[in-house]
């Protein structure tokens, strides 16, 4: 095969294979999420089509074919550079928030009713598998910042109002540098209850 033929279409080959594997993975969060709607389109019109010419290309690198004629040579021109429009636009359309970085919500800023502590809850990649809840507080003499893991049934959760929204009530206890915290209606799961000891940083259910 003439080698100014096959280096470019093995690199093209390459890189096509590296886009179909990397939508695969960034567009489910690395299979913790479904596609969404822009997502199922993509894998119909691009990512299909794109993933048929890739098998069929390293078929024929296999075979060792090369363009034996002006048309099989324009048409393979043709599909390389739908491979190259395709392989670009994979990696282009891919969302890596909840996969390579985390994506955050929030409720308000609040503060305890001894004015110690400011606190928030953050649900960290809802509607995911990965989905998790810490609890962010900070020390209002010192400045002083914790986050603290804390094991609400996020998974459970189906919607959210964001705006204004109070997902956690955080409560004093009996016992010094402790707090209960409390779930809301707002979160839209059954109420959840947890000791939290923001000295040592960790949270124990209670409910």
């Known amino acids: 095969m003439n080698i100014l033929l096959k280096i470019p279409w093995v690199l093209l080959t390459i890189f096509s294979t590296a886009s179909l594997v990397w939508f695969l993975l960034g567009s489910t969060a690395n ?3 479904s596609l969404d709607l ?3 389109v993509t894998l119909i019109i691009v990512w299909i089509p794109n993933f048929i010419i890739t098998v069929v290309s390293i078929v024929l690198l296999i075979k060792g074919w090369i363009p034996s004629s002006l ?9 390389m550079i739908i491979l190259v429009i395709s392989s670009v636009s994979l990696f282009q359309g891919v969302n890596t928030k909840g996969w390579l970085t985390e994506v955050i919500r929030s409720d308000q800023l609040k503060i305890t009713s ?26 209002m003499s010192t400045g002083e910042e914790a986050n603290i893991p804390v094991d609400i049934h996020v998974d459970k ?5 964001t705006i204004d929204i109070d997902w956690v009530i955080m409560e004093l206890s009996d016992v010094p540098n402790r707090y209960i915290l409390y779930t809301t209606k707002e979160l839209g799961i059954p ?3 947890f000791e939290i000891d923001v000295v040592t940083g960790t949270s124990r259910r209670l409910k």
């Open 38 to 40: 822009v997502g199922t």
């Open 157 to 161: 959760i189906r919607g959210l109002r």
């Open 114 to 139: 001894d004015e110690k502590y400011e606190y928030r809850i953050d649900l960290i990649n809802v509607f995911q598998k990965n989905s998790s809840a810490r609890l962010y507080v900070r020390n």
């Open 191 to 193: 109420e959840e209850k």
């Open 71 to 79: 048309v099989t040579y324009a048409g393979f021109i043709i599909c």
């Open 31 to 33: 299979f913790q999420r």
